[in-house]
Every structure is written in C-alpha cells, then in structure tokens.
C-alpha cells in the first residue's frame, strides 16, 4: 500500500492533470475536480479493492459510480494513473474522435466507466442496483459511489435513497462531496439543502462524516470507518466536505470555477502552486 | 383467402406475464422489477417462483431504470414493469442515459399502452411512446398483437444482447396467432397474401386489419396483410416487396401518426420506392375515458377505419 505522502505527491500530480486537461479545450469542471481529488486517489489507491483488468461486470472486486459526471477530467486522471489507460489519452479530454467524452461514458469503450453520467440524480440508483447484483451473485465485494451535493436536488436520489434502506442494501457506500457550491452560487442560495445528516438518517441510513474531505489521512479513516459498517443490513452515507477547488488558491471558495477553464496566465499560476511530482502526461 | 380463428381472447399483458414465468424457469439471469403494479404488469407468478429476483421498487419508476441498468453490471437481465406512460415519457432521460447511451441489456416492459386502457383516460393513455422510444440509438421496439405473440416476444427479448421496449396492453383481444410461436426481432410476418393493396399492422390493430381484409375481400379487393410486431429494427424488405405487389400501403396502429409505425413506413417508401400512404392513427391528440370498443371508434383505430383508408389508398395509385 502506498504511504501518505505518495498518495499526495499523486493527488498534486492529479491536480495538475485536472488543470491541463481543462485548459487546453477551454472547458470542462475543474473546480469540483480539485475538490475531490484526494478522494479520488484514496479511492482508486488504498480503499477499494480491484482487479488491474477491467471487466464491465466487476464480479469479485469493488466498484465505483461517479453520479455528478461533470467531474470527469478528476475520474479520467485517476483512472489512467491507476493503469486502466495510458496517461498519454488525458491529452484527448473533450476533443473529437476521444474515448475520453466531456462526461464519462461506456458508449467509446473507455476502461474504468461502467455507466454514462452527466445529466445529474441517476447515479445513486445504478448503484444501487449493482450492489443487488452482487448479493445475487454471492460477490461480498462493495459498490462506492460518488454524488455531488447540489446532485441531491434532484428527485430520483430521494427515491433511491428511500429504497436502498426499505431493501438493506448494505453494501453500498455513497459519498455526497458537501463542498456548499453548485453553478448558480452556493448551495444555500440555490436550494439550501437542510440538514444532509439528518435527511440521510431519517431515511435509514448510517452516515460516517469526513470533516477535512481534502485530508489523505481522515479520508483513509473516514472510509474505513465507513466499510466497517456495512453488512450490518443499513446503507451508508459519507459526508465527505471538501473545499471546490482546492489547492489552486484563486479557485478555492468559490463557485465561479465550476465549468470554467483557466487562461496561460491562470494555469501557469495553478501549476506552480502543484509542482510535477510524477511526471505529466 | 386465409382466414384467422380467435381461440379465446385474452390480454397481452398476460402472454408477457406467462412469458416472464417461463423465463423465470429457464434463465436464472432473469430479474423483474416492478413499480406497484404487480397485479396489473401479471408479474404475480414470477414473483411468487423466485422471490429472490423479483425487486419491488415502489411507485419511484425513475429509480427502477437505474436499478436495472445497474443489476446488468454483474450479468443480470432485468425486466422493468410498470404502464407504458411510466416506461417511456416519465423516465426518458433515464432511458436515455443509464439504459440506451450506457448501452445496457434492459428489457423495459409497458403494459396499458395506447387507447385500449379505456376508462382511466388520457394521463394513462400513451400514445407517443413508439415515438419516443424508437428515437433513441440502439433502443428494439417490439409491439406483438396477441396473447401467444406477446409471450413469445417476451422469451426472445431476453437473449437479445441490449435494451428493448416491449408494448402490450390491457384488454382481452382475439388471439389468433400460433401458441408456442418461434419469435423473430424484426421479421414481419405475412398473414395474409393479397395483390390491390398493402395493410401493416402492429399490436391490437393486426386483429382489426384481419377483420378489414375479410370485408375487403367482399368488397372484391384482394389485401395483404402484414404484422409489423417490430417497429425498430423494421423489416423493410417485406414493406418493398409487398409494395411492389399491391403498389398501395396502408398502416394501421394505436398510436398518434406522428412517431409511429406510420412514419417509419413512409420514411422506408420515401428512399426506396415512393409509394400511396394512409395512416390509421390517432391524429396529434390526447384519449379520453370510454370503453376501449367506443374509443377505438371515435379515434378512427378500427376495421371499419382500415377499411375506408384502403378505399382512400387505391384511388391515389
């Protein structure tokens, strides 16, 4: 297993993927992608455990959703750091002919995605899906799955998270990213959510809350807190809050960076604030 | 000229829910979803023999395509249930997304569809859901005419590789076709030869254009009949070759003509071979309340209506 400080040596590697990625097709989300980009490298590097190879059914291993697929360039640059596709394809993000669409699909036969996302509230129920999949097929391994928390305006979440309780789907861990941000402003201007925690335990699940989303360390502790809870007939709910486009300064705090991509001058200010650790693409 | 006998009427939602059965038996991948109508989707016995595979979802169909396009990562074949205006125009970017761009092996399962529901009117009468259905990329739209057909399709769907719309309805029509039928996605099925004109039917409208055949054939004029149980893919070589015969078509189905099998026809005889078209179909309106005899006349969905657009067509040669 790999320590802390490789894993954030990764997550700054990432961060400047993220960056570049969105740069150089002037669009894309960096701002919920930094956000979650040491979620995304605890996930893909310690907590779940996966097969190398990929198969669509990812029967005997754990899996992963992404439901708010705008965060697309922080997915495709963990997935191929995890060896699922060569780095080199980061340079395809969001351009003609590329498996690597402006939100994850299977459509383009890209290694790591097992669903389509980006039209925001369907991924909870996918989710929840394949982890009755797995009980049918005896598989004990978990399905993890990632929800924006403005995604849970939409409707057809309630549904989902009404069921999974109703049918102790307890294999399940889905991750809201509280990072209080949405297009239009924060969260409380938009539709305030209310209180997520009690919405979430009202509703029969088990909620596990990572207070430093950004910190490698408690999201390791956060999460394996989160696994040792499941089997036990309730679906789990992490709350994980994190800071929208950390560890670009100018990014961070702020919706304004949710679908927009940086200038030269923003991106060589970013880069210089998340130093080549591994090597770019 | 061949004639049909009615062995009994029943409703074709009940061939799906005796093809779900047997599926049940046969193929333990099968799972069936169902949004609180069990009793009216005839899930009952699935669910009674496997329990296990049986997902009750609640009145949430938006969550019940998600489901199922999730059970089929881990090999899964789920059979979604619920009426057809709840397949379809509720849940489309559902469809859409998780199930038709993801490309997942869902079999979606429509019953009460088009008029045919009666009293309920018209939030349950769809009549745009071939329309909205055949639209999307990949997406099998099947609509079998009976009983026996119904259950037959409902078998073959589940060795078909990808997502299917399967449409079927509430009352007791005549079931004519064989019991135990092989069924082909895709390959029409000529029932009976003629040369004045051409008459495709789908669903419940393939009775009625046996009916209309029969009084035609009284009338002295010889029509073929052809049941289009397939919309998507469309068997436009048996449409060709039958218009090259008769040189007229008439297209009958329980759906509005903007969307349905009609246009589909047109669009094959416009790039092939432009030939004189009549649409029996509803005319981009919404149903009301009725009995389903009373409501298929006052739409314009019956024999009596297939047999005065054959009238139409044959002048326009």
């Known amino acids: 297993m790999a320590n802390i400080q490789q894993l954030e040596d990764l997550t700054t590697q990432v961060r400047r993927d993220i960056l570049r990625m969105v740069h150089k097709v002037n669009s894309g989300h960096p701002g919920g992608s930094l956000g979650c980009a040491e979620f995304f490298v605890s996930l893909y590097n310690v907590i779940m455990d996966r097969h190398d190879n990929f198969e669509m059914d990812g029967i005997g291993e754990d899996i992963f959703f992404l439901s708010n697929g705008h965060i697309s360039p922080v997915y495709y640059s963990v997935l191929a750091r995890s060896g699922y596709f060569s780095v080199d394809e980061l340079n395809t993000f969001r351009l003609i002919d590329s498996r690597l669409q402006g939100h994850p ?22 989710a929840l899906g394949a982890a009755q999949a797995k009980k049918l097929n005896n598989d004990s391994h ?33 991750t809201i990213d509280l990072n209080g941000q949405q ?31 950004n910190n490698i360390e408690a999201i390791l502790n956060g999460m394996a807190e989160a696994k040792s809870k499941t089997g036990q007939g309730k679906p789990i ?14 990014m961070m705090h702020t919706h304004a960076w949710h679908g927009k991509a940086p200038n030269d001058e923003q991106l060589a200010i970013g880069l210089a604030q998340n130093p080549e650790t591994l090597g770019d693409y | ?48 023999n496997h329990p296990e595979r049986f997902f009750q979802v609640g009145i949430a169909e938006a969550n019940m395509i998600g489901l199922a396009a999730g059970m089929t990562i ?28 993801s490309g997942k092996n869902v079999k979606i399962c429509a019953s009460h569809a088009g008029l045919t529901l009666g009293e309920d009117g018209a939030t349950h009468q769809i009549l745009e859901d071939i329309g909205l259905m055949k639209m999307l990329p990949g997406m099998v739209v099947i609509n079998p005419c009976d009983f026996n057909q119904t259950k037959a399709a409902t078998i073959a769907i589940a060795d078909h590789d990808g997502p299917v719309y399967l449409r079927f309805g509430r009352p007791k029509v005549a079931n004519f076709t064989p019991e135990n ?26 009775w009625e254009a046996l009916e209309a055949a029969k009084e035609l054939n009284e009338k002295g004029i010889s029509a073929e009949v052809i049941n289009i149980h397939t919309i998507k893919p469309l068997d436009k070589k048996a449409i060709l070759d039958s218009v090259g015969k008769t040189g007229c078509i008439v297209t009958a189905e329980e759906h509005n003509y903007l969307g349905g099998l009609g246009e589909s026809v047109a669009r094959v005889l416009a790039t092939n071979k432009p030939t004189p078209q009549e649409f029996v179909a509803t005319n981009d309106t ?6 389903p005899a009373q409501l298929m006349e006052k739409y314009g969905l019956n024999a009596d209506a297939i047999v005065k657009a054959t009238e139409r067509v044959i002048k326009r040669k």
């Open chain 2, 286 to 291: 919404f149903g009301e309340s009725g009995t």
């Open chain 2, 181 to 206: 039928q092989t069924f082909e996605i895709g390959k029409a099925v000529h029932l009976i030869e003629g040369t004045d004109v051409t008459i495709v039917a789908t669903g419940h409208l393939v």
């Open chain 1, 183 to 213: 297009i239009d402003g924060s969260t409380d201007q938009v539709l305030p959510l209310g209180n997520v925690k009690a919405k979430f335990e009202a509703f029969g699940w088990t909620v596990v809350e990572i207070n430093e989303g």
């Open chain 2, 74 to 101: 881990g090999g899964k074949i789920p059979f979604t249930g619920t009426f057809a205006n709840f397949s379809t125009g509720r849940v489309y970017d559902q469809i859409r997304q998780s199930v038709a761009y």
């Open chain 2, 1 to 48: 000229m061949k004639t049909y006998i009615n062995t009994g009427s029943k409703d074709t939602r009940s061939g799906f829910g005796a093809g779900l059965t047997e599926l049940g038996k046969t193929n333990e991948n099968v799972v069936a979803l169902c949004a609180d109508l069990i009793g009216s989707l005839k899930m009952d016995e699935f669910k009674a």
């Open chain 1, 142 to 174: 978990l399905v993890y799955s990632l929800h924006g928390d403005g995604e849970l305006q939409e409707g057809q979440n309630w549904e989902a998270i009404m069921y999974a309780a109703g049918n102790n789907v307890d294999n399940i861990i889905a």
């Open chain 1, 237 to 250: 709910c992490v709350l994980l809050k994190t800071v929208m486009g950390n560890g670009v300064d100018f």
């Open chain 1, 105 to 126: 699909t299977t459509h383009e036969g890209l290694p790591g995605i097992r669903i389509a996302s980006g039209s925001l509230g369907q991924g909870m129920s996918v």
